[in-house]
């Protein structure tokens, strides 16, 4: 008796950047909006990774996601990021509330001529499935956004990368009294992604 297997595919170096990037456009929409950061009307739904999925319809946070996202995939095919971070902050007095981390690591020794690793796409797939389940079970758990809130994204480089003329310096944002979840990675085998979600703790 045999079992069907999945399809291997040849993942490179710049096809496991484009899926990685994909995937944080659709894991920071479903964070925007599973948290109520906007408006619920301001996103149409879709389906990717065999899922219902949520993306913003608001012109000017599409474009600043679209940028963020390129200039994402430009430094996983670098492999010079290491973690992205998206910051909710409260509009009342700008206290830090969540920070939601994704920690990257890459196979350094990979680069534009080297030999494709090995792996299905629904493996992959199915990963990220799992993460983005993940983020849309936290709104039973994390506490309630009473304020009005807006989000940052922190993008981590190595230190000799150069940053964007549009770009600015920040600081961590941490949270003080906070609580940590850790969610599920996914991995491209070029790429892996660990992800995690820190919340302020008013009981401490």
Known sequence: ???KQAAKSKITLKGSSEIVAEFFYYG???ILYQRGIYPSESFSRSSKYNLTMWTTTDEELKNYLNNIVTQLKEWLTQKTVQKLVLVVTSTDNNEVLERWQFDIQCDKEMNSESKPKEKSLEEINRGIRD???QITATVTFLPLLESGCVFDLLIYTDKDQETPETWEESGP???INSQEVRLRSFT??????????????DDV
């Open 1 to 3: 008796m045999t079992t």
């Open 28 to 30: 920071i929409n479903s």
């Open 131 to 133: 993460v983005v389940r």
């Open 173 to 175: 944002r941490m949270i």
């Open 188 to 201: 491209t085998s070029v790429h892996k992604v660990d992800a995690m979600v820190c919340y302020k703790n």
